[in-house]
T-cell receptor, first 113, second 113 residues
């Protein structure tokens, strides 16, 4: 079974630029999560999707971050414009409906200069 | 609000020594509990999980954890540390399969030859 796929793995941009990350969850997993992990910290949930609907985006900085999961499968997370403090690893995870275990992708490491 | 604490942000053990990583959760209802491991530049990998079956849970790579309701703890142990165990370890809790996962801040494990 293929795992959660993410791309790109690494991205370096300058502040005020835009960036987008892509995630393809495990096939059949209805729930998809985006996390931000700052160096030395645990993952912080940014947004949770159930199919193509948003379940929780309470910690998403909506003035600069956006995310979509239009067809209920893959998802994109965008930052526009980026700030220095957005430098982090962005993790995508998925979970089967009714299940308790999240499966994580390898993450995208973002560096904002 | 549910929270997860991990005592000790950094733990060092000698190769072959016992590994003990501590995790405590706060919840009125015993949740699902997880231990994830994160190797450098990788995503989180599930080590083991507690889902209200056996209180002693065995995971991959020789790790195990014991759920103690009276102590609200879920400490991770391994009898003999290996150099390849050096990584970041995260404890996480989930109240129901419809809630969001709460991660602890992580413990960085170093293994000394």
């Amino acid at each position: 079974e293929a795992g959660v796929a993410q791309s790109p793995r690494y991205k370096i941009i300058e502040k005020r630029q835009s960036v987008a990350f892509w995630c393809n969850p495990i096939s059949g997993h209805a729930t998809l999560y985006w996390y931000q992990q700052i160096l030395g910290q645990g993952p912080k949930l940014l947004i949770q999707f159930q199919n193509n609907g948003v379940v929780d985006d309470s910690q998403l900085p909506k003035d600069r971050f956006s995310a979509e999961r239009l067809k209920g499968v893959d998802s994109t997370l965008k930052i526009q414009p980026a700030k220095l403090e957005d430098s982090a690893v962005y993790l995508c995870a998925s979970r089967i409906a009714g299940g308790e275990t999240q499966y994580f992708g390898p993450g995208t490491r973002l560096l904002v200069l | 609000a549910q929270s997860v604490t991990q005592l000790g942000s950094h733990v060092s053990v000698s190769e072959g020594a016992l590994v003990l990583l501590r995790c405590n959760y706060s919840s009125s209802v015993p949740p699902y509990l997880f231990w994830y491991v994160q190797y450098p530049n990788q995503g989180l990998q599930l080590l083991l999980k507690y889902t209200s079956a056996a209180t002693l849970v065995k995971g991959i790579n020789g790790f195990e954890a014991e759920f103690k309701k009276s102590e609200t703890s879920f400490h991770l142990t391994k009898p003999s540390a290996h150099m390849s165990d050096a990584a970041e370890y995260f404890c996480a809790a989930l109240k129901t399969s419809y809630d969001k996962v709460i991660f602890g801040p992580g413990t960085s494990l170093s293994v000394i030859p």
